[in-house]
């Protein structure tokens, strides 16, 4: 089993920063690949920013080019969001599984473990 635990929530003006993080414990082993989904209010939750094992990373277009997925050798995970705009508002959630998901990593049923989310607040 593995846990997630997102931190780094807030609210912030557009333009500004967050970096969000996401600590994973237990068997860290079952993370191959980690992802990024955020849920607006009243609408699904969607794909931001994936990364695998082999450092291959996958963005939504959304968010090309202002947002960055990393990971550190502990398999934490973290999400630089830049220039960050009033549609970025949503509940951020981290989520991991043992396969590769390279080919579906925006799909959320493809992952077995998640996180319970935290909030992002962008205002304009």
């Known amino acids: 089993q593995v846990q997630l635990v997102e931190s780094g929530g807030g609210s912030v003006q557009a333009g500004g920063s967050l970096r969000l993080s996401c600590a994973a414990f237990?068997?860290?082993?079952?993370?191959?690949?980690m992802a990024w989904f955020r849920q607006p209010p009243g609408k699904e939750r969607e794909g931001v920013a994936a990364i695998e094992g082999d450092g291959n990373t996958n963005y939504a277009d959304s968010v090309n080019g202002r947002f960055t997925i990393s990971q550190d050798n502990a398999k934490n995970l973290y999400l630089q969001m830049n220039s960050l705009k009033p549609e970025d508002t949503a509940i951020y959630y981290c989520?991991?599984?043992?396969?590769?998901?390279?080919?579906?990593?925006?799909?959320?049923?493809?992952?077995?473990?998640w996180g319970r989310g935290t909030q992002v607040t962008v205002s304009s």
């Open positions: 237990g068997y860290t082993y079952y993370t191959y690949s």
């Open positions: 989520a991991a599984d043992p396969r590769s998901l390279r080919g579906t990593w925006d799909q959320a049923h493809k992952y077995n473990y």
